[in-house]
Nanobody, 119 residues
Framework: VQLVESGGGLVQAGGSLRLSCAAS????????MYWYRQTPGKQRELVAR????????YYADSVKGRFAISRDNAKNTLDLQMNSLKPEDTAAYYC?????????????WGQGTQVTVSS
């Protein structure tokens, strides 16, 4: 599975952005999908997760109520709607997917897209 993110950019605090992750390859075998983010010198942080049932979600406390993860199966995309953005949301955002068949799961990563929130 190959992943390509898009939609990052520069936005003022309080604004919104929608990130998209296009998946290709063995997309039918994708189980769980994730959005992570990372700032220089810090560990990559899990922002949101969409379960294999395609309904169950997890959000980091720092984004709960502001971000929403969703998946379009017809288009093979994973989106992250980000509202009420804060300067502390500035980071490189990465899409990830767990795919394959039990017990041989594989994790793929995109190249990342930069989000910068100005105060």
């Amino acid at each position: 599975v190959q992943l390509v993110e898009s939609g990052g950019g520069l936005v003022q605090a309080g604004g919104s952005l929608r990130l998209s992750c296009a998946a290709s390859g063995s997309t039918a075998s994708i189980k769980i999908m994730y959005w992570y983010r990372q700032t220089p010198g810090k560990q990559r942080e899990l922002v949101a997760r969409l379960g294999s049932d395609r309904f169950s979600t997890y959000y980091a406390d720092s984004v709960k109520g502001r971000f929403a993860i969703s998946r379009d199966n017809a288009k093979n995309t994973l989106d992250l709607q980000m509202n009420s953005l804060k300067p502390e949301d500035t980071a490189a955002y990465y899409c990830s997917a767990q795919w394959g068949t039990y017990p041989n799961f594989v994790n793929s990563w995109g190249q990342g897209t930069q989000v910068t929130v100005s105060s």
